[in-house]
């Protein structure tokens, strides 16, 4: 497997998997920075398996309400050779840092698709996340509400449910190194 990234200037490549996007893919960043606000721009081509080559494009704006607290919009569209239209997903979030170790996320989400036109869902949920033993070891704890549709056809359902997340972070600055 071989990735090839573009990031700010650099050429990077290394083997890995990019979470549900296949073993190939190109990535160009762009962030700016301000005294209060931060954008990050960012556009992946991929190649998968039986969908063929795609483009994965974000745009996130983060503005600082304080040292502890900051609103975060993030956006994404993704389509590939396979798909009928895009697929897209806009979410706002509210995210407070409780403590050194520990941060709560408070979101609502809207995602839907161009072809068929259709909003496939909507909700809301709650984060707790929080470093956990090691510096670089975190766990997550998500519940969520939805509304979604499948289907045009179909009517919306309501659904509950709860994510829990481990990550480990790699790289400089986690005390990894």
Known sequence: MLILAIQAAPLCA?????????????DSRHQQFSNSADRLASEELFWIGGDGFGTLTRGDLDHSLDDKTLLRWANKVECSEESNGAEWN??????????????????SFVRGETDPEILQSRGF???????????????????????????PEVEREGVASVKLRLEITFGSGNGAD
Not at 14 to 26: H, Q, R, T, Y
Not at 133 to 151: A, G, T
């Open 90 to 107: 806009t979410r706002v979030a509210w995210v407070k840092r409780l403590g050194k170790q520990s941060a709560l996320s408070l979101f």
């Open 125 to 151: 949920s709650v984060t707790y996340r929080r470093q956990h033993l090691r510096d670089w070891l975190y766990y997550e704890i998500e519940p969520r509400y939805s509304w979604r549709k499948r289907r």
């Open 14 to 26: 290394g083997e890995s998997e990019s979470a549900g996007k296949g073993p190939n893919w190109v």
